[in-house]
């Protein structure tokens, strides 16, 4: 079984809907993150967690909300999808004192 | 400037060509660099780490840094098709890592 998961994998919604892409790992690591993947722009911080009390904003966090429901869940909310949100998605995790970071398969996300 | 430059490419070679895919980045206070591969609908993973400049081997996979050009690279010898796949630098520093854009890449049969 993978480490890290992402679903959904793919989801096409529409302008004005609130979706929510969540992520589960089983590594045991405090540290989790969300990015988004552009072409031409590789791989850009929405936010950051490192521990269940911790959540810190990264790069482009405009749009979105997170929430750590446990050691091992991190999810992220679309409060009002917009089209230039249509992007891939992935989660990542890291131990503390480590600086390789462990990602998810990716959810494809589509807004029209 | 971005943080870290990387040519997006597409780069095309032909098996068992070598690779040479480069990244730029402009702040010293970054120490660590690595190297992802990323195939088609997966997730990036990990394939070389350093801190220091010089050469880190792995395999067909050897890493460079030139701290004092602020310049990393990524060389491949004897390319797979196998190896066809994006590539990304990261470079990481406290509690924070930046990636770059990625270069495409695909070696031919």
């Known amino acids: 079984d993978a480490d890290v998961t992402q679903t959904p994998r793919n989801r096409i919604t529409k302008t004005g809907k609130r979706i929510m892409l969540e992520c589960s790992q089983t590594k045991g690591h405090d540290r989790m993150y969300w990015y988004r993947q552009d072409p031409g722009l590789g791989l850009r911080l929405i936010y950051y967690?490192?521990?269940?009390?911790?959540?810190n904003k990264g790069e482009i966090s405009d749009g979105y909300s997170v929430s750590r429901q446990a050691q091992a869940k991190f999810s992220l909310s679309l409060e009002s999808a917009i089209p230039n949100q249509t992007a891939l998605y992935f989660c990542?995790?890291?131990?503390?004192?480590?600086?390789?970071?462990?990602f998810g398969p990716g959810t494809r996300l589509t807004v029209t | 400037q971005k943080e870290v430059e990387q040519d997006p490419g597409p780069l095309s070679v032909p098996e068992g060509a070598i690779v040479s895919l480069n990244c730029t980045y402009s702040?010293?206070?970054?120490?660590?660099f690595m190297w992802y591969r990323q195939y088609s609908r997966k997730g990036p993973e990990l394939l070389m780490y350093?801190?220091?400049?010089g050469n880190k081997e792995d395999g067909r996979f050897t890493a460079q840094v030139d701290k004092s050009s602020k310049y990393i690279s990524l060389f491949i010898r004897d390319s797979q098709p196998s190896d066809s796949a994006t590539y990304l630098c990261a470079i990481t520093g406290g509690f924070k890592t930046i990636f770059g854009a990625g270069t495409r890449l695909f070696v031919k049969a």
């Open positions: 702040n010293s206070a970054f120490q660590y």
């Open positions: 990542a995790t890291s131990e503390t004192r480590g600086d390789e970071q462990y």
């Open positions: 967690s490192f521990d269940v009390k911790d959540i």
């Open positions: 350093t801190y220091s400049s």
